[in-house]
């Protein structure tokens, strides 16, 4: 679906549904931080009216979406946990080429991408194998939203790439460092661990 070279094991729905309080905190969190990405994008590009236009329709859907699950966090008598460290993201970061500024801002596109593709391709395996039906048909749904947004960061990265810019390529070294990544998560109840 998202091109991704490792796909989550299954299992990983059964360690998050052995805690949902802490998969949902996690999960609120991570739709708070990709609300603030799209918003810090905005401040590297307003010249690009079209695509600011999109990243303020991308900021209000995922700030929603943060606000959906702590709907659900409230009605289950649980309370929104602190902030957590993403590990996964932390690690992503790094593999960001340098560059001149409009070289910095396709790579962060790419990093938001990447993401973005691996929470649709977890909510896709939480939506399928979590015996929890209001969470299954909340995931489900949630998943074709964010690919929206995994699809747009990739288009945005080749509409702002630079002449010689081989964003094709480029997403695969994505792909390729993401899928060693990846390997060292899915035993924890976080959306990317």
């Known amino acids: 679906m998202f091109r991704l070279k490792l796909p989550t ?20 969190w991570c739709e708070l931080k990709a609300s603030s990405n799209a918003i810090m994008l905005i401040n590297m590009l307003p010249e690009f009216t079209e695509i600011t236009t999109e990243l303020t329709s991308i900021a209000k859907e995922e700030l929603d979406h943060f606000e959906q699950v702590h709907e659900i966090i409230k009605s289950r008598g649980w309370v929104l946990g602190r902030e957590r460290k993403d590990s996964y993201v932390n690690d992503l970061f790094k593999f960001m080429k340098p560059g001149n500024r409009k070289h910095l801002i396709v790579e962060r596109m ?19 194998n979590i015996q929890d039906e209001e969470l299954a048909v909340f995931y489900r749904e949630l998943m074709i939203s964010e690919a929206n947004h ?38 924890s109840e976080t959306i990317h661990g």
Request: proline content about 1%.
């Open 9 to 28: 094991d299954p299992r990983w729905a059964n360690i998050a549904e052995g805690n949902l309080e802490e998969i949902l905190t996690d999960h609120a």
């Open 110 to 128: 790419l990093f938001a991408a990447m993401i973005e593709a691996r929470s649709c391709e977890r909510f896709k395996v939480l939506s399928d």
């Open 150 to 187: 995994y699809t747009s960061f990739l288009q945005f990265a080749h509409e702002l790439a630079e002449e010689g810019y081989d964003v094709k390529k480029r997403w695969e070294e994505w792909l390729e460092f993401e899928a060693k990544v990846i390997a060292s998560y899915g035993k």
